[in-house]
Nanobody, 119 residues
């Protein structure tokens, strides 16, 4: 079992920056990948950024060049740095992870943190 706790969301002006944090606990040694996903009102959840154990990263098209994901294995944490924020970035941001259990990958989600970008 893996638990994820996010922090760092809030209000920010367009063009500004923020840094989101996600700390994992529980069976952290079984984690395969961790990432950030967002869901705006009335839309499907989409990838923002993810990172696998080997350090390979993937970014959603809408945030490429503006977002950077990093991890601190000693703290079982991942971070999302977002710059040049736009009103379109307004969404609930969720930390997600998958982890091995009984030979299969299981998905885990944090409770989410709201990011609102004002013009």
């Amino acid at each position: 079992q893996v638990q994820l706790v996010e922090s760092g969301g809030g209000l920010v002006q367009a063009g500004g920056s923020l840094r989101l944090s996600c700390v994992a606990s529980g069976s952290t040694r079984d984690i395969n990948r961790m990432g950030w996903y967002r869901q705006a009102s009335g839309k499907y959840r989409e990838l923002v950024a993810e990172i696998v154990s080997g350090g390979v990263t993937n970014y959603g098209d809408s945030v490429k060049g503006r977002a950077t994901i990093s991890r601190d294995s000693t703290k079982n944490a991942v971070y999302l740095q977002m710059n040049s924020l736009k009103p379109e970035d307004t969404a609930a941001y969720y930390c997600g992870a998958d982890a091995w259990w009984n030979g299969r990958l299981w998905d885990y989600w944090g409770q989410g943190t709201q990011v609102t970008v004002s013009s």
